[in-house]
């Protein structure tokens, strides 16, 4: 028996990768700030073989464009079946600068939750699609007396 069969999670072709993506619209994005791992939430859309958000002035932006690639994990859950999905683009960040360009990535479906300022469009060509999909497992698989154990306050 495969390790894929044994713990039930099915690897996903690119094609269905990229038709789950779009079933979304938030996703994860990690990258290096001041040599650190960083992640942030993001939205985003599917546009001809990359992925597009746009940001404003900061760390996410500036890391995002640093040069040392990116990673953007989407996920999702079907309630009525129980199959759970999770996939990550790994690849580089470019800004979109061009006028037509700009224009093109204004009239993309991007819909950012936190107010402010976002008139940066960047975009990520990916080296790699990867996904798997998964049953999610019933709490009583993994709950254990710890589980609702009393919690010291956070600090």
Known sequence: MSRE???GVENLDNHECWSLLRTVSVGRLATLVDGSPDIFPLNYTVDHGTVVFRTGEGSKLDA???GSGVALEAD???TA????WSVV???NAAA???TEEVLDSAALYLFPWQAGTKNHFVRITPG???GRRFTVTSPMTWWTQLSGAPRAAPE
């Open 81 to 84: 079946t129980g199959m759970a």
């Open 128 to 130: 790699s699609v990867t």
């Open 64 to 66: 995002s464009l640093g």
């Open 89 to 91: 683009i790994k690849g």
């Open 96 to 98: 979109i600068t061009g």
């Open 76 to 78: 999702g859950v079907d």
């Open 5 to 7: 069969e044994s713990t």
